[in-house]
Nanobody, 120 residues
Framework: QDQLQEPGPGLVKPSQILLLTCTVS??????????WTWIRQPPGKGLEWIGY???????NTSPSLKSRTSISRDTSKNQFALQLSSVTPEDTAVYYC????????????WGQGTQVTVSA
């Protein structure tokens, strides 16, 4: 079973809100050594870091997306979520949730990724 799963809506219309939820099945999102991260990869481009939420609920987001991004969590469901508002076709990408182990400084678990296409 995949440790992180992030099903997505597939297609989103411009100006709408994109909401993705990552369900964590291995370990708790309140475990102190992990940051729970969102990353995306636009077509033909490299990985782009979106932001994370820590085990304590603090968040950090990319300056370029900060005004449109919200990352939250539901500890009762062991989930964390990404909300991206006012989407445009430039937000088309494969979106991944990932677990970052700050103690070791690397991503040690990834979701399989979900394709999100922004189009009218």
């Amino acid at each position: 079973q995949d440790q992180l799963q992030e099903p997505g809506p597939g297609l989103v219309k411009p100006s709408q809100i994109l909401l993705l939820t990552c369900t964590v099945s291995d370990g708790s999102i309140t475990t102190m050594i992990y940051y729970w991260t969102w990353i995306r990869q636009p077509p033909g481009k490299g990985l782009e870091w979106i932001g994370y939420i820590t085990y304590g609920g603090n968040t950090n987001t990319s300056p370029s997306l900060k005004s449109r991004t919200s990352i939250s969590r539901d500890t009762s469901k062991n989930q964390f979520a990404l909300q991206l508002s006012s989407v445009t076709p430039e937000d088309t990408a494969v979106y991944y949730c990932a677990r970052y182990t700050w103690r070791d400084g690397h991503y040690d678990s990834w979701g399989q990724g979900t394709q999100v296409t922004v189009s009218a």
